[in-house]
């Protein structure tokens, strides 16, 4: 039985139960601030752990008009307690678990998906949906650059909306200073520098342990290639490995490299040269750069720096700076009239939702309009971080073909686009 079918269902049997008393929950009927059941939007959360957890699940548990139906994750602790929560939330144990995300998408009664997997499940995972008929929310960022742009296919194929999980363009701050920026506020933008947090601060133990009961590790693995368990291969750590994850250069490059590209006005393109050293782990298990610096050049001259540190975002041009250093941290500028400046009713207003990429997500499925950070504006932005995160394995200047997203004569640096994926989870 599909949702909307259920209060027709419902009431039938009510009606044939004639002489027996029959309560409705007053939040299935709609009231007392809820929304009637057969317009909520069901939810399925594939990936429970920390963020999956804190972030997304309980995100969607605070909107009025989403209905959590069911949880996947490989790890049983982290299962149990998506269950626990989404329970507690509808006093009843009707949530769903299951390990195989499969189960998920082969649910006709869900309606959109939540994918809080590390990174080299992400765009498998978010591809099968999109092709079982879900609407789909996705953490950030792609794999390879290649499979991002499967994925933009795969939208636009299938006509499901998308949205990268960031909360970047609902934080006043950045959206502030980007919507400066657009305006002229700092005259012609010729430096963009983005600061992201340093990788990790030890080199992670190699040695093979025995793999937690109940853990799904072949799971976890999916399409990476296989590996023997260690703690320090799953979970948080996943991001210092290439296999999964691209380092801090994709995992925060997600949020402050959209920044510059929302800012800079490039949200459908890219620079056209990359160049950088990075510092690496010369033993251990994680081998992505834990220290970098970058240079990029777009092809209107344009310079986007970046470099591990405090987290930052800080835009300069032939008029003055605006940015700031910190995470969401206060805004500042070359001068007070800068932040003073008010935004004119004919001038650009950058889309965004105070209420973030969830409440986004949610009205964009109701809608069918783009979320606001969709699937070609997020390849754009991991794109930055992958040719850098290329760079600085080949140690070589590139030159980068944004229109056709390959590299300039360099054939050892476009075998690295894309990647072997173990069976049966080759894209197809």
């Known amino acids: 039985m599909n949702r909307r079918s259920f209060l027709k269902t419902a009431t039938g049997a009510a009606l044939g139960a004639v002489g027996f008393p029959y309560f409705v929950r007053p939040s299935a009927l709609g009231k007392a601030g809820t929304v009637v059941a057969s317009e909520r939007i069901t939810v399925g959360f594939i990936g429970t752990g920390g963020h999956g957890i804190a972030m997304n699940l309980r995100t969607f548990l605070g909107q ?43 649910r006709p009664d869900i309606d959109a998906v939540m994918i809080s997997t590390p990174d080299h499940w992400h765009v498998p995972i978010s591809i099968a949906a999109i092709e079982a008929g879900k609407d789909v929310e996705c953490e950030k960022p792609t794999l390879t650059i290649d499979e991002g742009r499967r994925l933009v296919e795969a939208v636009n194929r299938y006509g499901r909306v998308f949205q990268w999980s960031t909360e970047d363009r609902a934080v006043d701050v950045y959206h502030r ?32 342990m025995p793999i937690p009961e109940g853990f799904d590790y072949d799971m976890w693995l999916g399409p990476a290639p296989w590996a023997p368990y260690t703690k320090d291969r799953c979970h948080w750590n996943f991001r210092w490995i290439s296999d999964y994850s691209g380092g801090m250069l994709t995992d925060w490059g997600a949020h402050l490299l959209d920044g510059a590209q929302w800012g800079n006005d490039t949200e459908h393109t890219g620079p056209v040269e990359v160049e950088g050293k990075g510092v690496y782990w010369t033993k251990g298990l994680y081998d992505t750069a834990k220290a970098f610096h970058l ?5 209107d001259g344009v310079k986007l720096i970046v470099d591990s540190g405090n987290p930052s975002l800080r835009f300069e041009g032939s008029d003055g700076w605006v940015g700031n250093r910190g995470w969401r941290a206060p805004l500042q500028a070359s001068s007070p009239a800068i932040l003073k400046s008010v935004i004119g009713p004919e001038e650009t207003h950058l889309y965004t939702c105070p209420g973030g990429e969830q409440r986004n997500f949610l009205d964009c499925v109701k809608s069918r309009q783009a979320c606001y950070f969709p699937p070609e504006i997020g390849q754009r932005c991991f794109t930055i971080a992958h040719i850098g995160n290329i760079a600085m394995t080949l140690g070589q200047k590139l030159r980068w073909d944004p229109d056709n997203e390959r590299f300039v004569g360099n054939a050892e640096a476009n075998r690295m686009l894309k990647r072997a994926a173990r069976s049966p989870w080759r894209l197809r």
């Open 64 to 106: 009025p008009d989403a209905q959590a139906v069911a949880v996947c994750d490989v790890d049983p602790v982290n299962l149990k307690k998506a269950q626990d929560e989404v329970n507690e939330k509808y006093e009843n144990t009707d949530c769903m678990t299951t390990q195989d995300f499969r189960e998920i998408l082969a």
């Open 177 to 208: 200073m980007c919507e400066l920026v657009r305006n002229g506020r700092i005259g012609k933008v010729h430096t963009i520098k983005v600061e992201l947090p340093a990788g990790p601060g030890s080199p992670g133990h190699p040695d093979p």
């Open 295 to 299: 240079e990029y050049t777009y092809a």
